[in-house]
T-cell receptor, first 117, second 111 residues
Framework: EAGVAQSPRYKIIEKRQSVAFWCNPI?????LYWYQQILGQGPKLLIQ????????DSQLPKDRFSAERLKGVDSTLKIQPAKLEDSAVYLC???????????????FGPGTRLTVL | GDSVTQMEGPVTLSEEAFLTINCTYT??????LFWYVQYPGEGLQLLLK?????DKGSNKGFEATYRKETTSFHLEKGSVQVSDSAVYFC??????????FGDGTTLTVKP
């Protein structure tokens, strides 16, 4: 079974530029998560989708971050414009069911390491 | 809000030593509790989980018991191996669908 795919694996941009990340979850997984992991910290949930609807985006900085999951399959996360403090690894994960339910084991992709100069 | 506090690392042990990594949580309701592991060069993967009070999750010789009275989910292993060297994350998921992770504990096991 193919795992969660993410691209690109690495990205270096200058502050105020825009960047987009792509995620393809495991086939059949209804729930998709985007996390931000700053060096030395645990993953912080940015947004959670179930199919193509948003379940939780309370920690997404909506003035600069946006995400979509068209057709309930793959997803993109965009930062526009980027700031220095956005340097982090952006993780995508998927699960069969919602967090807190019986099918909530999350499967993680390899992440995209973003460096903002 | 919800939070997870993990024992600070790094933790360095000799092979065959006993391991405990402490984890306590704050959450509304009755969350599910998890330990995820990240081996060097690999992505995060689920190690074990427990969904209700007094449940014990176990996998690969690791165990953790959901203690509601102390709001804890400490990870234990009786005899660690060099291959257990990794970063370990404690996490919770609430019934409202919110996931919260701790900051991770780095374990190094020396031969």
């Amino acid at each position: 079974e193919a795992g969660v795919a993410q691209s690109p694996r690495y990205k270096i941009i200058e502050k105020r530029q825009s960047v987009a990340f792509w995620c393809n979850p495991i086939s059949g997984h209804a729930t998709l998560y985007w996390y931000q992991q700053i060096l030395g910290q645990g993953p912080k949930l940015l947004i959670q989708f179930q199919n193509n609807g948003v379940v939780d985006d309370s920690q997404l900085p909506k003035d600069r971050f946006s995400a979509e999951r068209l057709k309930g399959v793959d997803s993109t996360l965009k930062i526009q414009p980027a700031k220095l403090e956005d340097s982090a690894v952006y993780l995508c994960a998927s699960s069969l069911g919602l967090a807190g339910g019986d099918l909530d084991e999350q499967f993680f992709g390899p992440g995209t390491r973003l460096t903002v100069l | 809000g919800d939070s997870v506090t993990q024992m600070e690392g790094p933790v360095t042990l000799s092979e065959e030593a006993f391991l405990t990594i402490n984890c306590t949580y704050t959450a509304t309701g009755y969350p599910s509790l998890f330990w995820y592991v990240q081996y060097p060069g690999e992505g995060l993967q689920l190690l074990l989980k427990a969904t209700k009070a007094d449940d014990k999750g176990s996998n690969k010789g690791f165990e953790a018991t959901y203690r509601k009275e102390t709001t804890s989910f400490h990870l234990e292993k009786g005899s660690v191996q060099v291959s257990d060297s990794a970063v370990y994350f404690c996490a919770l998921s609430t019934n409202a669908g919110k996931s919260t992770f701790g900051d991770g504990t780095t374990l190094t096991v020396k031969p």
